[in-house]
């Protein structure tokens, strides 16, 4: 494996107060060459969706925007997982934001008991299913906005020749979100009846959050 030695810093600064020592980092060379890719190279969008969203004076105020990426030896295969990964992405972080949400609520309410320990327990052992069912309601609703793909050589580093790596940009309506933030906490107080009495009065500005916790990401 090849491998680059950078320093980093300017050297040993001397001082009256003494200098700054001097660090060695390795880094990682490249393994692969792109031998092709999609016209208009890599966006803004691939690492930060929504502020790119933003910036570009996309609709942000009804919509979110997510990215996807996967991999395959074929260029249509390896996009269309990307879009489903962009599905999974949306499910993860509302089911993740969901259980976060409910788990504080009951702590509070319950204090430092043993029945909120549970609750928490419970709900990040549930997580993964929760995100499996809101999945699958999200078939429909969810628009690919852009996508971008490159072919990658790894023969010089023992491994294929050709490999597709694709990204896509979704988005998904606010709307749609806040109903699928509904169907979670349905969903959660459904497996467990108790969790509603727990958090009554709580959860009502559970959407908004969500709009906050967006924002920061």
Same mark, same amino acid.
């Given at each position: ?7 980093? =810093?300017? =050297? ?26 999609? %016209? ?8 930060? %969706? ?8 996309? /609709? ?24 489903? $990964? ?29 029945? =909120? ?5 419970? *709900? ?6 929760? *995100?499996? #069912?809101?999945? @699958? ?6 628009? @690919?906005? @852009? ?11 023992? =491994? ?14 606010? @709307? #749609?979100? /806040? ?5 979670? #906490? ?5 497996? $467990? %009846? ?14 908004? #959050?969500? $709009? ?6």
């Amino acid at each position: 494996m090849n491998k680059i030695m950078g320093i980093v =810093g300017l =050297g040993v600064l001397f001082s009256a107060c003494g200098g700054a020592p001097v660090r060695e980092v390795t880094v990682e060379a490249p393994q692969f060459k792109v031998t092709d890719a999609a %016209p208009g190279g890599r966006e803004a969008w691939l690492d930060n %969706p929504n502020f790119f969203a933003k910036k570009e004076g996309l /609709d942000v105020e009804n919509f979110f925007y997510y990215t996807g990426d996967a991999q395959s030896a074929d260029k249509r295969m390896a996009c269309e997982k990307a879009n489903a $990964d962009a599905l999974d992405d949306i499910a993860k972080q509302v089911s993740t934001f969901v259980d976060s949400a409910i788990a504080r609520a009951t702590t509070d309410s319950t204090g430092s008991d043993s029945s =909120g320990i549970s609750a928490i327990s419970a *709900s990040q052992t549930e997580s993964s299913k929760l *995100s499996s #069912q809101l999945s @699958k309601a999200l078939v429909s609703g969810v628009e @690919k906005n @852009k996508q971008y793909w490159e072919q990658r050589d790894f023969s010089s580093a023992g =491994g294929a020749k050709s490999v597709f790596y694709c990204w896509v940009l979704a988005k998904v309506s606010k @709307k #749609q979100v /806040d109903d699928l933030i509904m169907k979670a #906490q349905s969903i959660r107080f459904k497996n $467990d %009846p108790n969790l509603r009495a727990k958090v009554e009065g709580k959860l009502q500005d559970i959407e908004k #959050q969500f $709009d906050r916790y967006m924002e920061n990401r």
